[in-house]
């Protein structure tokens, strides 16, 4: 019997040529847009997609209440000539207690000194705590808990 040479792989053994049919991955993609999904990979019969979304989405800034800038002179007229303001060191929101079912840092009339933290600053999803950086005796909170804050805002009277 005559040895005849054979291919590696013989016919059976490739892999099925997958044809793309674009109507299913536009399917797939509206698929992922529906349910906001940002991957998405399938293997099926040999042919094989993986969807990505990519790039930045559009942020859009909240609008600043016209109120605002009022609110700021109205704080000033607040604070007493033997008083001072401990004031935001940066755009965040307040937060009086660590956590939600925690106690407040401070309230009014307990005493502070330049390393006692009064409050939790949140910008850009990190918690920053904010020290007093004066001494004194809280007056007055200027902030209510979780509300937006701008630099230089103030947060307590102390005296």
Request: proline share 7%; glycine share 6%; hydrophobic share 40%.
């Amino acid at each position: 019997m005559p040895v005849t040479r054979r291919n590696r792989k013989s016919e059976e053994e490739k892999p099925p040529n997958p044809t793309i049919d674009l109507d299913k991955i536009k399917e797939l993609i509206k698929l992922m847009e529906d349910h906001e999904l940002t991957a998405f990979e399938l293997e099926n019969a040999g042919f094989k997609v993986r969807l990505e979304k990519g790039g930045s989405q559009e942020q859009v800034a909240a609008p600043i209440a016209a109120a605002e800038p009022a609110a700021e002179p109205a704080t000033e007229k607040i604070v007493a000539e033997d008083t001072e303001q401990i004031t935001s060191p940066m755009v965040g929101t307040f937060y009086k207690s660590p956590s939600p079912d925690a106690d407040a840092f401070v309230k009014v009339g307990d005493a502070v000194d330049e390393e006692t933290v009064v409050c939790i600053i949140e910008a850009m999803k990190v918690m920053n705590q904010i020290k007093a950086e004066k001494s004194g005796v809280i007056q007055r909170i200027l902030v209510d808990d979780a509300s937006p804050v701008e630099f230089g805002q103030g947060l307590f009277v102390i005296a």
